[in-house]
Structures are given as C-alpha cells and as structure tokens.
C-alpha cells in the first residue's frame, strides 16, 4: 500500500496586501519583502510535500510557479482559499492537507502534523488563531479563520466527528501581525 499524499496549501493575497499594522515601523516596500521572505521560509519548510498556493496575485503566481508550487485562484477570503486549495489537493490525489500561514517568522519543516488521522492544530503563539491545520482531504470541513479559529476549528473536527490533536510549537506559532511580533 503506498503512503498517504500529503499536500500543503499556502494562501498568500499579495506581498503588498496587507500587513497594514506594520505600517508604524515598516515601509511599504519593507513589508513586501517580509511577507515574500517569510512565504519563500514557509514554501521551503514544506519541502518536499506537493504545495498549492492560493493567490489572485500575478507577483504571487510568479513567486510561486518559481517555487514549483501549483498555483490555485484565490475566490476572495482566507476561508474560501483553505476550501478550494483542499479541494485542487484532493482532486490530485491527497488524503491529507495541511494548510499554513504564509507569514511565520520561524517556519521549520512541518509535515510531522498531518501523522495524526484526525485533525491537527498548531494555533499560534497567543493560543487563539490557527496558523497550521492538518486534516484529512475527503472532509467538509468547514474553516473558521478570524478571531478564536483554534476553538472554532476544534468545534468543527468534533461536529464532524474527527479527533482533534493542539500541538503547541513555538516556531510554527510565530506569526507576524503586529510591530513586537517581529523577532
């Protein structure tokens, strides 16, 4: 029997999309170059899982097709991106997914989380949102990602009757959204 094929989904909006609350201490141009930095430390972490980034932008398209990650069109919100990159990784052939934050500060390898057959969930450093979530691709889950996702996305797993498995890493949980959370 051969393994499971683990897939990785990526959402990245853009490089200069967002990170608006790091405005006060970084430039326009300087937090393009983070976000990129830290989707090029995430896209390498996932080495050598198959990845999909979700992305309506031509600089991320780019970014991506350089990376050899299969490039999946962005419907228009962070939930909608987790859905259809589970879908474009289940129609290839997945049985599991993992989707990730592009904007870890610490990314290190991490296909270790999708080992559990329910649901894995590496909330970040606040112990409040999801920033990694591994789940099997043939389920509906339906993804929460905004304020309190961890436990909106434990309630989801158990609904579904999945085991959910929280799995504090303190590099997987750092995520950039605020000026002091830049290392």
């Known amino acids: 029997m051969l393994p499971p094929m683990?897939?990785?989904?990526?959402?990245?909006?853009?490089?200069?999309?967002?990170?608006?609350?790091?405005a006060a201490v970084l430039t326009e141009d300087e937090r393009a170059a983070l976000s990129?930095?830290?989707?090029?430390?995430?896209?390498e972490a996932a080495t050598p899982l198959r990845t999909y980034v979700v992305t309506g932008d031509d600089e991320v398209r780019?970014?991506?097709s350089a990376a050899n990650a299969i490039v999946v069109d962005d419907p228009g919100s962070l939930n909608d991106a987790a859905r259809v990159g589970r879908e474009a990784a289940r129609a290839d052939g997945a049985s599991r997914v993992i989707i990730i934050h592009a904007d870890l500060a610490k990314p290190t390898p991490f296909a270790w989380v999708a080992e559990f057959d329910g649901v894995t969930i590496v909330p970040d450093r606040h112990g409040q949102g999801t920033n990694v979530l591994a789940l099997p691709a043939d389920t509906d889950f339906d993804f929460a990602y905004g304020v309190g996702s961890k436990d909106l996305h434990i309630a989801e797993a158990r609904?579904?009757?999945l085991e959910v498995r929280v799995?504090?890493?303190?590099?997987?949980?750092?995520?950039?959204?605020?000026?002091?959370?830049?290392?």
């Open 159 to 161: 609904r579904r009757g």
């Open 6 to 22: 683990i897939a990785v989904v990526v959402p990245i909006r853009g490089f200069r999309v967002g990170k608006a609350r790091l």
């Open 62 to 64: 780019e970014f991506a």
């Open 36 to 43: 990129r930095s830290m989707a090029a430390g995430v896209l």
């Open 167 to 183: 799995c504090v890493d303190e590099s997987l949980g750092w995520d950039i959204d605020e000026p002091q959370d830049i290392p």
